[in-house]
């Protein structure tokens, strides 16, 4: 699962995506931090034959349902698990329509536990471009204030049997991976049917990755 990852600036973003610039504070981000995500223009999927163009948006790392009553919960909703997505009350309604996104990451941060202590690494893709996270965004209206505030959270699968991933959080836990989209599957991801979507819940090849300093 992952917590912890190091965006790219704006125009990392806007030359790797062809996206417009927007304004982004930190780059080192944790839950309820405000990050950028790329989403379909309109926001979701309308046919096969949307166009591939993508746009930028800020929001809070931890998707935030619609039906909460704070933004509390974004704490704990910057991972989705993709074998229970659908039925999990705080993202079954992003899912069941596609609000697809793609989070992007320099590098993310996992616990090594092989020395027997928690050592953070920063892991990124081995050629040095940048990652392209599958994700889900949702909109959520401030009750207190009336104002809208956009999230996401990061896809992840089992990683229990990924040569690269295996080595990272403690010994007796399920490891877990985001979910690591192909350059060339980005506007497939983006346009894609609700019923697609489990098509593109896949690991990241583990000679693509690298322990990066």
Partial sequence: MCSHYEAPTPHQVADAF??????QGRLDLWPAYI???LRHPDGRAEDDESPAAMEVMTGSFGLIPSWSKDSKIARRTYNA???TVAEKPSFRHAWRHAR???IPAVAIYEPDWRSGKAVATRIARADG???GIAGLWEQWRDP???QILH???MLTVNADD???MKAYHKPQDEKRMVVILPKGSYADWLTARPEQSAAFMNQYPADRLAVAL
């Fill in 144 to 146: 207190s204030t009336d």
């Fill in 151 to 153: 999230s996401y959270t």
């Fill in 35 to 37: 990050g950028p995500f």
């Fill in 18 to 23: 062809g996206v417009a610039l927007f304004d």
């Fill in 100 to 102: 697809h996104c793609i």
């Fill in 81 to 83: 698990r993709s074998e």
């Fill in 162 to 164: 990924h040569d690269f």
């Fill in 129 to 131: 471009e940048l990652l």
